[in-house]
């Protein structure tokens, strides 16, 4: 299995702040990498495919970045529609998940 | 619009087997490409994989969970149905039926609400 590991496992922020949350993986997943978003009681939603790709009505403030091993999800002004747990996700093989990162209001 | 919604037991005891439904609309799983899975999140909130299956057919399943797994489709009735054999209160999760597009690989663009499933003796 390839193991995905997130950092950190959740944050504080504030609205308009930048937020930056990190995946790596144990082995090379060149950029066939997804982040998704998931608020309480409901389903995730993916955000982010093929690293950095994003998904048809996702806000531009989000944005991936890395290859191989080291992903990156950014925010670069958070909303607070934002406030949520973030998953990484790869998909060279089958599919594994980070632990998530959950983005709390400071 | 595609939906995904699943339906099956909220209560099952250890030993026996899970059968889950997802009854999807909004597209057709006889499109090349186009698959319909299965991904479970536990309490804990971890999101672990379960299986996929494609439009020809072919499956895909958890190594881990593959001979206790199986997935079959109906495109008649524009249903896939899941069944974990030997259920154990490990097996406690919310399921979660997903639709992976034709231009995409092992990613889950449209996702059910989620069924609930409590194994307990």
């Known amino acids: 299995d390839i193991q995905m590991t997130q950092s950190p496992s959740s944050v504080s922020a504030s609205v308009g702040d930048r937020v930056t949350i990190t995946c790596r993986a144990s082995?090379?997943?060149?950029?066939?990498l997804a982040w998704y978003q998931q608020k309480p009681g409901k389903a995730p939603q993916l955000l982010i495919f093929?690293?950095?790709t994003l998904q048809i009505g996702v806000p531009s403030r989000f944005s991936g970045s890395g290859s191989g091993t080291d992903f990156t999800l950014t925010i670069s002004s958070l909303q607070p529609e934002d406030f949520a747990t973030y998953y990484c996700?790869?998909?060279?093989?089958?599919?594994?998940f980070g632990g998530g990162t959950k983005v709390e209001m400071k | 619009q595609i939906t995904l919604k699943e339906s099956g037991p909220t209560l099952v005891k250890p030993t026996q087997t899970l059968t889950l439904t997802c009854a999807f609309s909004?597209?057709?799983?006889?499109?090349?490409?186009?698959?319909v899975g299965w991904i479970r999140q536990t309490p804990g909130k971890a999101l672990e994989w379960l299986a996929l299956?494609?439009?020809?057919?072919?499956?895909r399943f958890s190594p881990s969970l593959k001979s206790r797994l199986a997935i079959t489709k109906d495109t008649s009735k524009d249903q896939v149905v899941l069944t974990l054999t030997n259920v154990d209160p490990a097996d406690t999760a919310t399921y979660y039926c997903?639709?992976?597009?034709?231009?995409?690989?092992?990613?889950?663009?449209?996702w059910g609400q989620g069924a609930l499933v409590t194994v307990s003796s």
């Open positions: 909004g597209f057709s799983l006889t499109t090349s490409g186009v698959g």
């Open positions: 997903v639709h992976k597009d034709e231009t995409m690989s092992f990613y889950f663009d449209l």
């Open positions: 082995q090379d997943v060149s950029r066939w």
């Open positions: 299956i494609y439009w020809d057919d072919d499956k």
């Open positions: 093929s690293t950095s």
């Open positions: 996700q790869q998909a060279i093989s089958f599919p594994t």
